[in-house]
């Protein structure tokens, strides 16, 4: 590891590893935000290869100890969720800050790292637009099955709406053509008519 950031991405991964959380990918117990943040690169090189470094660091950090702030420790309220949320952005924002300042990125660089994280532009800024469709993508075609099987048409509907909302036509596009079980197609497709 002579580079930065690959310094960087061993030390996200160093964090995403300590998640008691586990999940089964290919027969195999991983820690969950471990695969989440594998998952976000691989999925970003893919649909980005020429993405830049400090978006290839926001991917992959994107969830970071995300396990710190459990959701239940807020009310189950609209409000309640947009404050985990906000809270969990903070919370990514300064671990990933200090690891990059660890292994000696400049100022701008962490602060690029953290404004692209925040996803507060990402309908102004190309990376940051880059990374919430990688965001879609990722739950699309890795956790869109296991949401679906725990929720009603009506809310599901919605949700496929609100994250398509959210995407790029190249986004629209990619999401199209991932694999989705028969029923959950035509849940998409009926969102989307």
């Known amino acids: 590891m002579n580079t930065k950031f690959e310094q960087a991405i061993a030390l996200i991964d160093e964090k995403n590893a300590q998640d008691l959380n586990r999940e089964i990918s290919n027969g195999e117990s991983i820690p969950k935000e471990l695969l989440y943040s594998q998952r976000m690169t691989e999925c970003l090189l893919d649909y980005m290869p020429t993405a830049s470094e400090a978006l290839q660091i926001a991917a992959r950090a994107q969830h970071i ?13 609209k409000a309640g969720y947009m404050n985990w949320r906000n809270d969990l952005k903070k919370l990514h924002g300064t671990i990933a800050g200090e690891i990059l300042e660890s292994v000696g990125y400049e100022a701008d660089f962490v602060e690029r790292v953290q404004f692209l994280m925040s996803k507060k532009s990402f309908k102004k800024d190309p990376d940051s637009q880059t990374l919430e469709d990688v965001v879609c993508l990722v739950f699309l075609q890795h956790y869109f099955e296991a949401f679906a099987s725990k929720h009603d048409d009506e809310k599901l509907i919605d949700i496929v709406q609100k994250t398509w909302n959210k995407m790029s036509d190249a986004a629209h596009k990619k999401a199209m053509t991932l694999t989705y079980s028969e029923d959950s197609f035509k849940l998409i497709e009926k969102a989307l008519s």
């Open 65 to 77: 100890c995300r396990w710190e702030i459990p959701r239940n420790d807020y009310p189950m309220t």
